[in-house]
């Protein structure tokens, strides 16, 4: 059975940084792409990063390029997100997802419980 | 960025009727095309990809179609558990981008 259990996230001031990490099993970790979207209070979903298998194609979502950094540990079963600068409009349950297939085109075909992430002073 | 449009916002059904959702892309994505189901306080649920295969486990009466621009999402026949939130995903090009989602509500 896939599992992922998201981890890392809190209350954290405006500015700081956090590290959000995503322990995966129940399948061949690094054959997949995996992914973090994120939805805050009461709105809908919005698509954060995507890293492909061998970590070779990433894309971030216009409002965390240059302050966020995804990143996998294969060897670990782990998905991280780096989250640096971090904003109010920042604040939302981050969810972990497991790709359809390794490459970053991928749709999410399992998904994380979720971290929650607030971001206030 | 290729915008996604979901349409209606709101669609008020009856169990046991047919539900017809509808999303649109901005441009061409061919058929990198994800739907979603995300129930209150639970996390989204792969309910369709690639526009019009069904993921596992999903049962025969949710049915995709569409390629291009235009995709539809069908529920043939509601059940009670089938009453929540419907997102579309596109996946062809950098961002990846959702809808806003259609909320499906028992009239």
Redesign the interface.
């Known amino acids: 059975e896939v599992q992922l259990v998201e981890s890392g996230g809190g209350l954290v001031q405006p500015g700081r940084s956090l590290r959000l990490s995503c322990a995966a099993s129940g399948f061949t970790f690094d054959d997949y792409a995996m992914h973090w979207?994120r939805q805050a209070p009461g709105k809908?979903?919005?698509?954060v990063s995507?890293i492909s298998w061998k970590s070779d194609n990433i894309?971030?979502?216009?409002s965390v390029r240059g302050r966020f950094t995804i990143s996998r540990d294969n060897a670990k079963s782990s998905l991280y997100l780096q989250m640096n600068s971090l904003r109010a409009e920042d604040t939302a349950l981050y969810?972990c997802g497991k790709g359809?297939v390794g490459s970053s085109?991928?749709?999410?075909?399992?998904?994380?419980?979720?971290t929650l992430v607030t971001v206030s002073s | 960025?290729v915008v996604m449009t979901q349409s209606p916002g709101t669609l008020s059904v009856s169990p046991g009727e047919r539900a017809t959702l509808s999303c649109r892309a901005s441009q061409s994505i061919g058929t990198?095309l994800?739907w979603?189901q995300?129930i209150p306080g639970q996390?989204?649920?792969?309910l369709i990809?690639?526009a019009s295969t069904r993921?596992?486990g999903i049962p025969a009466r949710f049915r995709g179609i569409g390629s291009g621009t235009d995709f539809t999402l069908t529920i043939s026949s509601l059940q009670s558990e089938d009453f929540a939130?419907y997102?579309c995903?596109q996946?062809?090009n950098?961002?990846?981008?959702?809808?806003?989602?259609t909320k499906v509500d028992i009239k």
């Open positions: 979207v809908g979903l919005e698509w995507t894309g971030y979502a216009d969810y359809k085109s991928s749709s999410i075909d399992h998904w994380g419980q979720g | 960025e990198n994800a979603y995300q996390a989204p649920r792969l990809y690639a993921a596992t939130v997102y995903q996946y062809n950098w961002p990846r981008t959702f809808g806003p989602g």
